[in-house]
T-cell receptor
Framework: NAGVTQTPKFRILKIGQSMTLQCTQDMNHNYMYWYRQDPGMGLKLIYYSVGAGITDKGEVPNGYNVSRSTTEDFPLRLELAAPSQTSVYFC?????????????FGEGSRLTVL | KNEVEQSPQNLTAQEGEFITINCSYSVGISALHWLQQHPGGGIVSLFMLSSGKKKHGRLIATINIQEKHSSLHITASHPRDSAVYICAALYGGSQGNLIFGKGTKLSVKP
């Protein structure tokens, strides 16, 4: 089982460039999330989705955009990359709300903005 | 402000030791997750608790709602248990906004 697949695993961007982090899950999960993990800090929620066509902001959405056109895919778009977006990004999914179900994480994408 | 505090930040143990990692949180959570982050960076879910105690192999997770505290225990620790252990609390009413602790880095020496 593939589970949650994120690409790319590593990427270096220059300031002002844009890119999309891809996330795909094959478990037919309704709920999908994007988190960022900074050194010494807990994961922070960027955006989440409760189903195809429905997305909402999390705690730290500025500088990012998402879309959810299918149940499987939840890409994260970085526009005009800034050094503050240097981080490790994790995509996650769950079948139900996090208070009733297990979370499944991707392997992470390490992004450096120079 | 809803917060999650973990202790200790770092923990070194000898193989075979009993290990306890603590997590405290503010009022009103509806669930608490324990996660394991491997040295390579991947994160896996260990437990989801809303009350009581859960056990899986050598891992035991407990939660005390009144004391706003959860613990993760590892019995007969092994070097392969070396990882960062993260607790995350789901505060009531939010669908996706888990609040994560900073993690406890565990190193088990042979």
């Amino acid at each position: 089982n593939a589970g949650v697949t994120q690409t790319p695993k590593f990427r270096i961007l220059k300031i002002g460039q844009s890119m999309t982090l891809q996330c795909t899950q094959d478990m037919n999960h309704n709920y999908m999330y994007w988190y960022r993990q900074d050194p010494g800090m807990g994961l922070k929620l960027i955006y989440y989705s409760v189903g195809a066509g429905i997305t909402d902001k999390g705690e730290v959405p500025n500088g990012y955009n998402v879309s959810r056109s299918t149940t499987e895919d939840f890409p994260l778009r970085l526009e005009l990359a800034a050094p503050s977006q240097t981080s490790v990004y994790f995509c996650a999914s769950s079948y139900t709300q996090p208070n009733t179900g297990e979370l499944f994480f991707g392997e992470g994408s390490r992004l450096t903005v120079l | 402000k809803n917060e999650v505090e973990q202790s200790p930040q770092n923990l070194t143990a000898q193989e075979g030791e009993f290990i306890t990692i603590n997590c405290s949180y503010s009022v009103g959570i509806s669930a608490l997750h324990w996660l394991q982050q491997h040295p390579g960076g991947g994160i896996v879910s260990l437990f989801m608790l809303s009350s009581g105690k859960k056990k899986h192999g050598r891992l035991i997770a407990t939660i005390n709602i009144q004391e706003k505290h959860s613990s993760l225990h590892i019995t007969a620790s092994h070097p392969r248990d070396s990882a960062v252990y993260i607790c995350a609390a789901l505060y009531g009413g939010s669908q996706g906004n888990l609040i994560f602790g900073k993690g406890t880095k565990l190193s088990v020496k042979p």
